[in-house]
């Protein structure tokens, strides 16, 4: 007797045009049919982002009985409402603001371009259903995976719950994710606001928009915006944008966000939000005072909460805390011992990319007794604004707070001849060391293609190699690339001592 998947009124998902109808069709099918539970499975994961996905298939492809359980959309935030859809909107903008700038390069555009906003999302919407096929229900069910669509609740150490069947399991990995997280805000629900998971739902442009947050999701959206047309403001508490990141290069970043027409306002807390029928007013704080302003739209971006409600791990036996998500040592292990967890749900990297590494280490883990340390992960992490602001490893200040001595080579764009020729001179490389070695300690890299480019620096990491490795490795001319070499041959450049030097000298003269 098969079971029907408990089904979902609202998958947030709008205009219910073609395309959101075909994403539905392969990661929330409304006529799809739960299968029979196997007697015990070897794996299950609960949950369809990246972690379960990568999990799941991993273990059915070792030859494994895998199961995996969705209670909303197969894809998790990645697909439906993160990196998919958001890069989708940039690669837009970015098309837009180079039409806005082909005079610096010659090139005549009649007056008048502009932005057609509807066609910019339905060509979101198209490209999303387009790659769904990839973490589709079908899909999962071809690989071997027994595939569940609804809430999974677990009833004891070893069994859990979803469609009214019981499931029990050998070993089992939490990849439930994490949402959108909203600020206390008098006023902000009342009002009401966006967040990433409905921002992809609009289909006009707001004509003014406010985003509370000035992270990663804050400027990647406020600067596309605000090229599609958007009168955008940001609203930031700290005293400059991505706070995590390289203080010069987030300077660069807020620059190109005002070039856009952005309105950067740090130092700045939001205080209480009214609204009509018309409009919606922020007050808020600032060193001079206290102002106002109207906008049409508020967008917030401030963090995201892990997803642990209505679970039942205190019956599982797995601790958690509603701030930081479930609790796991460094081999990815619950306080249950045969339940792991992956991914947005326990890691303050909240990165597609380093789910799916903490997916990997919990095959081995799990499956075949291993013993792989998630602190092991050299892990970088990219901001896709124009310039992009890449990082890996640790700022200089972390390095110094652990006790290293250290030494930077940084590496201006201003003086690379490709990026003279391509028009984009605002940016660097600059990479940290071990003061009296090359060993890299962290890299952060600004520029338009810095997401790719700092995968050399994190291969090197990640394999032990040092700057005078990359010096050796010959980079093709003329590339942005080029500046990453430079790093190591600024750091050989220190080791020609003056007493080095003065031997070099002697030796040459010898040998004329």
Request: glycine share 10%.
């Amino acid at each position: 007797m098969m079971s029907k998947p408990e089904m979902t009124d609202n998958l947030n998902l709008r205009p219910l045009d073609t395309h959101n109808k075909t994403l539905i069709s392969h990661v929330h099918p409304t006529d799809w049919t739960n299968p029979e539970p196997q007697e015990r499975y070897n794996f299950i994961a609960v949950g369809a982002g990246a972690a379960g996905l990568i999990s799941t298939a991993g273990a059915a492809g070792l030859g494994g009985s895998a199961a995996l359980i969705e209670r909303h959309l197969m894809g998790g935030d990645c697909l439906n409402v993160g990196c998919v859809p958001s890069k989708a909107l940039i690669r837009a903008a970015r098309a837009m603001a180079e039409v806005r700038d082909a005079g610096e390069f010659g090139v005549e555009v009649p007056p008048g371009s502009r932005v057609n906003f509807g066609k910019v999302m339905e060509r979101m919407r198209e490209l999303r259903a387009r790659i769904a096929p990839n973490d589709s229900a079908s899909r999962y069910t071809e690989m071997g995976v027994d595939m569940f669509l609804g809430d999974a609740t677990f009833t004891g150490p070893n069994t859990l719950e979803v469609g009214g069947k019981t499931l029990s399991f050998a070993k089992a990995v939490i990849t439930t994710g994490a949402r959108a997280w909203a600020p206390p805000i008098p006023g902000l629900r009342d009002a009401g606001y966006l967040t990433n998971e409905s921002l992809f739902n609009l289909t006009e442009l707001p004509k003014r928009l406010a985003v509370i947050g000035a992270g990663p999701i804050g400027c990647e959206m406020a600067q596309a915006f605000a090229r599609f047309g958007s009168e955008v403001t940001i609203f930031e508490a700290g005293d400059h944008i991505l706070s995590r990141e390289d203080e010069d290069g987030a300077h660069i970043i807020q620059t190109s966000l005002t070039k856009d027409g952005v309105t950067v306002n740090c130092q700045s807390m939001v205080a209480s939000i009214s609204h009509t029928t018309e409009n919606k007013t922020i007050t808020y704080t600032t060193p001079a005072g206290v102002r106002t302003l109207e906008v049409d739209d508020i967008l917030v971006g401030v963090g995201r909460t892990p997803n642990v409600d209505n679970l039942g791990l205190e019956a599982a036996g797995v601790e958690y805390d509603d701030r930081t998500g479930v609790h796991v040592n460094d081999f990815l292990q619950t306080t249950n011992s045969r339940i792991y967890a992956a991914g947005d749900i326990c890691s303050r990297f909240k990165f597609t990319h380093t789910a799916d590494a903490m997916a990997r280490i919990v095959i081995g883990n799990a499956l075949f007794k291993g013993r792989a340390r998630v602190s092991s992960l050299c892990i970088p992490w990219c901001t896709y604004t124009d310039p992009e602001i890449a990082h890996v490893g640790m700022q200089k200040k972390d390095a110094q707070d652990a006790g290293h001595e250290v030494t930077t080579f940084s590496q201006p764009f201003e003086d690379l001849d490709r990026a003279i020729l391509e028009g984009e001179t605002e940016g660097f490389a600059k990479v940290h060391v071990k003061t009296g070695t090359d060993q890299i300690l962290g890299a952060t890299i600004v520029g338009r293609h810095a997401g790719e480019m700092i995968n050399e620096i994190t291969l090197a990491m990640t394999n032990g190699l040092g700057l005078s490795a990359i010096a050796k490795t010959i980079h093709p001319y003329p590339t942005v690339a080029e500046a990453i070499k430079r790093t190591g041959d600024a750091y050989n450049r220190t080791r020609l001592t003056p007493f080095v030097a003065n031997l070099m000298k002697k030796w040459l003269r010898l040998t004329r």
